[in-house]
């Protein structure tokens, strides 16, 4: 074993028995290089990735490459997932000198943390115009120790790059053409065939889904809402989707939703069930309901922590082929089900007797099946699959399963908190609203104290110091679970939560919070994000939290703050507003007549107000809840203790660019003036 087996990450468990002389990230590693003037082989991946699996089996397992790596390079592992900052650094790298990125990310660099080459995925044996390692390592070992001036020269370009990546255009806080602008982008963008945006692979990106669903209500421009239900819709009934353990793969790799690559993953569950939700506020689609169900049901079953926390991703991969838990073979339908059913499942779920899934590699049908849908199930159909389904999950769980990657990750948790808080308050469910309280508890008595968060719980203790990430998507969680349960309690957390955030992460000059402040391991200098990824950016949900932190609270700084966000990214947001969707809600809620809308209990049951408030589609609001009863909230937001109930009728405030309305005491009233 090497010395990865005292790690606690399950991907760097998994190659804690290769023959490779791995180190995790950290001074012992960096000393060695320095002390034996060797060059850093580092290799980022994660545990549920695909390719990180071949190029372990294919190289980091063999006896010859491991031989090779050991003799020119100290060699580091790290965990992406684990540490965002450094996989952050030397991506951009990669990105600067390929043009593309991925995983495995496989970057050499001097024991400074100085890159100075970088690629992704690299073959044992060259092929197809890419270099292999066999031919890679020696050719490196000879430019380390005899051209030393070619390595600092490369070096010294990266740096330069690295700077001028960091150089935002700051200018005016963007305008309404920018959202109109990402709006149009998106819509250019569209694939109105198969729903989603742009060819192959295609993933989810459920941020541009709320985004459009927003421009929607404002313009009832009905583009954006059908794009929103037709890329739901064939999401759902798609390969992506799984059909029978519930739960969404990590993208599809071609344009029809049918391929996916088939790791699951915390947040896409999370950010899926956000869009899912919102779009059922405004499509009322059944599909979409019974979709959140079902998400909930897999996180639940597949994901949850006996104590509330969420693991964090399902793996691709077993008996090293991806996908092989999830297909099926016409021989094996036809086995477990009778005739009748076996005929009316090959033909709902369209089974191809030469199979529908075709090897990645070779392009070639392997004789299996991946189920989906070419129209949604009727109820009576419904019905039947569900019976079957039974049959089918039962028989598929004694398949050797994928590995689960259970560490506890503070901000996709946070994510799933908020897609539970929101369905919760939409569907008026308690159970999701339950969950979602006991995973936040979790997290603020685990990772959260004396005003620092981490960011990785896992085996009883957490560790790794926050980042942007983190503390961004915990505001926002606490934020809706304050507006779900109308619980002070949270909206306190969040506001500690913030200013945590702030002092941690904010740059005091330029505005915008960096990734992280701490610069240990910032070899190339500090960061910071606002391009939405497979998650959004902390500085598009920090700036959403400021505002509607500033809303709530009557503070006016906080807005200040979150104005300073946009001056920062100005240009980026007016430019590339279509990769920045998150931050474009922000700015919808600036712009589009955002309300605060206050709740002032009475005598009689406030239930049906609440009600109202929280299931119709109406994003560009607040909701503060003014109790009869001594709280929290009055000294949080002052302003609420002069709005009082009406003749002690429980009454609702509306007030809009900075003036309220008159009370509103009748439910009817107030469905009227929200869809004013």
């Known amino acids: 074993m090497n010395r990865l087996q005292y790690e606690k990450s399950p991907y760097l468990l998994q190659h804690k028995n290769n ?80 043009g593309h990125g991925g995983w495995p990310l496989t970057i050499i660099m001097t024991p400074e943390k100085k890159p100075f080459f970088a ?93 459009l669903l ?107 082929e991806e996908g092989k838990f999830y297909i099926w ?27 529908n899934f075709e090897d990645e590699a070779t392009k070639q049908l392997t004789g299996a099946n991946i189920p989906h849908l070419k129209k949604p199930l009727n109820k ?13 999950f039962k028989a598929r769980d004694n398949r050797t399963r994928p590995l689960l990657d259970d560490k506890i990750l503070t901000d996709w948790n946070a994510l799933m908190v908020v ?7 939409v569907f008026q469910n308690e159970t999701y609203l339950e969950t979602a309280e006991k995973a936040f508890q979790f997290l603020m008595d685990n990772l959260f104290d004396n005003d620092v968060l981490k960011h990785r719980y896992k085996d009883g203790s957490a560790d790794i110091n926050a980042f942007a990430d983190d503390y961004a998507f915990m ?8 507006e779900a349960t109308f619980n002070s309690n949270y909206l306190v957390q969040a506001q500690t939560l913030n200013d945590a955030f702030i002092e941690h992460c904010w740059d005091n000059e330029a505005g915008g919070f960096y990734l992280t ?61 279509s990769s920045i969707t998150l931050a474009m809600c922000a700015l919808q809620f600036v712009f589009h007549n955002a309300k605060e809308v206050i709740i002032s209990e009475g005598e009689d049951d406030v239930k049906p107000i609440t009600s109202v408030l929280q299931t119709t589609f109406n994003p560009q609001k607040v909701v503060v809840y003014r109790p009869r009863k001594e709280d929290a909230i009055f000294t949080l937001a002052p302003y609420i203790a002069a709005l009082e109930p009406v003749n002690n009728q429980s009454s609702v405030y509306i007030c809009t660019n900075y003036t309220c309305e008159f009370p509103i005491t009748d439910v009817d009233a107030l469905k009227e003036s929200l869809n004013r």
């Not at 929103?228 to 819709?233: A, I, K, S």
């Not at 979709?291 to 909930?296: G, N, R, W």
């Not at 505001?475 to 304050?482: D, N, P």
């Not at 402040?517 to 598009?540: E, M, R, V």
């Open 19 to 98: 023959p490779v002389d791995w180190y995790p990230w950290g001074d012992e590693a960096f000393a060695k290089a320095k002390a034996e003037s060797k060059p850093i082989f580092l290799s980022i991946g994660y545990a549920t990735c695909h390719w990180c699996h071949v190029m372990e089996h294919e190289s980091f397992e063999d006896d010859e490459i491991a031989a090779l790596l050991n003799n020119a390079f100290i060699n580091i592992k790290v965990d992406r997932e684990e540490r965002p900052d450094i996989d952050s650094t030397y991506m951009l790298v990669c990105q600067m000198l390929n």
């Open 119 to 211: 690629a992704t995925y690299l073959p044992k044996e060259a092929r197809f115009n890419r270099i292999g390692l066999r031919q890679l390592i020696p050719g490196v070992l000879g430019m380390w120790k005899h051209e030393p001036a070619k390595v600092q020269k490369a070096v010294e370009s990266i740096e330069s790059g690295f700077a001028k990546s960091q150089e935002f255009e700051s200018g005016v806080f963007p305008g309404t053409e920018a959202i109109d602008f990402a709006a149009a982008q998106l819509a250019q963008q569209y694939d109105d065939k198969h729903g989603g945006f742009g060819g192959a692979p295609k993933f989810p990106s459920p941020h541009n889904l709320m985004f």
């Open 214 to 320: 927003r421009q929607w209500h404002h313009t009832r421009d009905d583009r954006f809402k059908i794009a929103v239900e037709q890329t739901l819709t064939e999401m759902r009934l798609g390969g992506i989707w799984d059909h029978v353990g519930l739960g969404f793969h990590r993208y599809s790799t071609d344009e029809k939703w049918l391929l996916p690559h088939f790791e699951k993953m915390l947040y896409d569950q999370a950010l899926l069930m956000m869009a899912y939700t919102e779009g059922w506020q405004v499509c009322n689609n059944p599909l979409f309901e019974q979709t959140v169900s079902e998400i909930a049901q897999y996180v639940e079953r597949e994901l949850t922590h006996s104590h509330g926390g969420f693991y964090s991703a399902e793996d691709a991969d077993t008996e090293g």
């Open 329 to 355: 073979t016409e021989n094996e339908i036809e086995s477990l089900l009778s005739e009748d059913d076996a005929l009316w499942l090959k033909k709902k779920l369209n089974f191809k007797e030469e199979g």
């Open 380 to 392: 009576i159909d419904s019905i039947r699959f569900k019976e079957i389904r039974n049959t089918l």
């Open 419 to 425: 897609a539970l808080a929101k369905a919760g308050a």
């Open 475 to 482: 505001v926002w969680a606490g934020i809706e679970l304050y």
């Open 517 to 577: 402040k701490d610069k240990t391991d910032q070899a190339l200098g500090l960061q910071k994000q606002i391009f939405d990824g497979a998650i959004p950016s902390a500085n598009s949900v920090g700036m959403l939290n400021l505002l509607r932190l500033g809303r709530i609270t009557g503070d006016t700084k906080l807005e200040e703050m979150a104005n300073k966000i946009g001056e920062c990214f100005s240009s980026e947001l007016i430019r590339s507003g």
